[in-house]
T-cell receptor, first 111, second 114 residues
Framework: GQQVMQIPQYQHVQEGEDFTTYCNSSTTLSNIQWYKQRPGGHPVFLIQLVKSGEVKKQKRLTFQFGEAKKNSSLHITATQTTDVGTYFCAGPTRSARQLTFGSGTQLTVLP | NAGVTQTPKFQVLKTGQSMTLQCAQDMNHNSMYWYRQDPGMGLRLIYYSASEGTTDKGEVPNGYNVSRLNKREFSLRLESAAPSQTSVYFC?????????????FGEGSRLTVL
């Protein structure tokens, strides 16, 4: 079945440093979504990318969708303690009726 | 605006006991989902309902049953709980066609099976 892999699993950064998480799919995706989950909380939708090579920005967060639509990345510039949490990517299955989530990258920001 | 509401938030069961997790959404969404989350394994889909009256198995359906009671409500039942079902359970819904829409999650139900 379809697999969505995310690396790294954990990342510790000093406040002010940059952070990047990568997502790779075993199949071509029609779109990819990103979610953030704060410690003890629930996943919250961040963004959806649809077009090949698409780049979207939300303040210090930059999201990219690969040209082949099989990979994606989330980059955070100058991390803050409010960025702490686990970031998940998710892509639709072939039937397009459900999402497959990556295993997530847990970000710790040290003050 | 409540969004997606799950009950209970916490539950402790003994092996073999049964229980039902309740989920309701007030956004008039067609599709609803049940996920479980275990450390290091992300979110795994248990069951989903693409529309009222339909349910389908996800990645890890064994040991669970679901009911789409109406458009608002989607319940998850454990008939005979096992320690392997200790997890955090999330209900989610979307108004998009299948998976193309943003998922809205409930706050989660933390289940421990002794």
């Amino acid at each position: 079945g379809q697999q969505v892999m995310q690396i790294p699993q954990y990342q510790h950064v000093q406040e002010g440093e940059d952070f990047t998480t990568y997502c790779n799919s075993s199949t071509t995706l029609s779109n990819i979504q990103w979610y953030k989950q704060r410690p003890g909380g629930h996943p919250v939708f961040l963004i959806q990318l649809v077009k090949s090579g698409e780049v979207k920005k939300q303040k210090r967060l930059t999201f990219q969708f690969g040209e082949a639509k099989k990979n994606s990345s989330l980059h955070i510039t100058a991390t803050q303690t409010t960025d702490v949490g686990t970031y998940f990517c998710a892509g639709p299955t072939r039937s397009a009726r459900q999402l497959t989530f990556g295993s997530g990258t847990q970000l710790t920001v040290l003050p | 605006n409540a969004g997606v509401t799950q009950t209970p938030k916490f539950q402790v069961l003994k092996t073999g006991q049964s229980m039902t997790l309740q989920c309701a959404q007030d956004m008039n969404h067609n599709s609803m989902y049940w996920y479980r989350q275990d450390p290091g394994m992300g979110l795994r889909l248990i069951y989903y309902s693409a529309s009222e009256g339909t349910t389908d198995k996800g990645e890890v359906p064994n040991g669970y049953n679901v009911s789409r009671l109406n458009k608002r409500e989607f319940s998850l039942r454990l008939e005979s709980a096992a320690p392997s079902q200790t997890s955090v359970y999330f209900c989610a819904s979307t108004g998009g066609q299948g998976n193309t829409g943003e998922l809205f999650f409930g706050e989660g139900s933390r289940l421990t099976v002794l």
